[in-house]
């Protein structure tokens, strides 16, 4: 049976960073904004789109990445998913790159389940025992300053050695963590990433594959403020997991996810340096019938406070899976404080799950 372990995100040196451990027994394969300084600024309800691949807001930066390659398909999926939704495309890293398969290889070919840590110095593929130790030693900032904000993410996959594991499938469910998406969409420039097999580093434990992904941002380098509210999914968004089975720290702390999931969480990001409201978000589904939903900000949520700093970011969560291949309407009711004013706005759109997904 297929399973995740998903750890919590730290803070590390002063530094928001988000280090995630998935752990999966493979068997199958699986916007725009409305603002206003006085009343809500409602968008029209828009009218279903017809089933296509969203076109990414922004050209995709070219990769390197061999072509057929998990990792080829992995960055192809999270650029269209964030640029869809108006997050910004993120450019290849080749020292990131190098970072990263360091440290699945490291995983791999010494069968150690830490996810972030290297606990062995000795050990083939040492690079550092931290994320940031990891990012400093390949000199990813070639001024050797320590970069602004780095978020590391890694999918632990125990799989028959003649499964390949799939690169999207790793990025989508990191993006139904709902404390995870918060680094897989954070505003940053720079990602690298890497799969390993046992096959690839001729590891003892056959079967055993790590993928390891790596979001970071120079000190000296400029991101592009959000100035309106965002979220994933968002109009027109595909394909997205249809429960949660295993997050921590569990947003339901009562609630054993593994036996009661909940549905793909609705991620909801106000402008830079405002402090997000969420007043209410309705989940309809094809029928129009409504799927019970509870939200989460740093305000109301301490696991969320304690994970991060930004309180410009929050999610809400349907309390039960959603259907799959299953056109959902989401009205999100927000209001966000910025210079000293209280601005509502309203959100509404659709997206359409994926295959059902029973890990």
């Known amino acids: 049976m297929t399973h995740h372990m998903i750890h919590s995100p730290v803070l590390k040196h002063g530094v928001w960073t988000t280090v995630v451990g998935l752990a999966l027994t493979l068997t199958a394969c699986g916007g725009g904004d409305s603002t206003s300084t006085t009343t809500p600024a409602v968008v029209a309800p828009v ?133 995870h998406m918060i680094g897989m969409l954070e505003n940053l420039n720079d990602v690298g990433m890497a799969l390993a097999s046992s096959a690839d580093v001729n590891a003892s434990t056959p079967g055993l594959q790590a993928f390891d992904l790596l979001l970071a941002k120079k000190t000296s380098a400029t991101v592009t403020p959000v100035t309106q509210v965002l979220t994933y999914p968002c109009n027109g968004t595909q394909g997205t997991m249809t429960g949660l089975f295993n997050e921590s720290p569990n947003p339901l702390p009562n609630r054993d996810l593994s036996t009661q999931p909940v549905g793909q969480p609705i991620f909801i990001e106000s402008p830079t340096g405002s402090k997000l409201t969420i007043n209410n978000v309705t989940v309809l589904d094809a029928q129009g019938a409504a799927v019970p939903t509870q939200s989460f900000t740093t305000a109301t949520d301490s696991a969320l406070a304690s994970i991060t700093a930004l309180n410009n970011v929050g999610f809400a969560l349907p309390l039960q899976p959603l259907q799959p291949y299953t056109r959902y309407h989401v009205t999100a009711s927000v209001t966000y404080g910025i210079n000293g004013a209280s601005v509502p706005a309203i959100k509404d759109f659709y997206f359409t799950t994926g295959a059902r997904n029973t890990y």
């Open 47 to 179: 009218t279903p789109p017809a089933i296509s691949v969203p076109t990414p807001a922004a050209a995709t930066p070219a990769t390197t990445y061999q072509i057929g390659t998990a990792e080829t398909a992995a960055f192809n999926v999270l650029n269209s998913e964030r640029t869809a939704c108006g997050f910004g495309a993120l450019t290849q890293n080749a020292r990131l790159n190098q970072a990263t398969r360091l440290h699945a290889n490291y995983i791999v070919k010494n069968d150690i389940n830490t996810e972030h840590w290297e606990t062995q110095p000795n050990a083939p593929y040492y690079t550092g025992y931290a994320p940031i130790d990891r990012v400093l030693a390949i000199q990813y900032d070639d001024t050797g300053n320590m970069p602004s904000v780095y978020s590391e993410v890694v999918a632990l996959i125990n799989a028959p050695a003649t499964t390949s594991a799939s690169g999207p499938e790793n990025i989508r469910t990191l993006l139904s963590a709902p404390y």
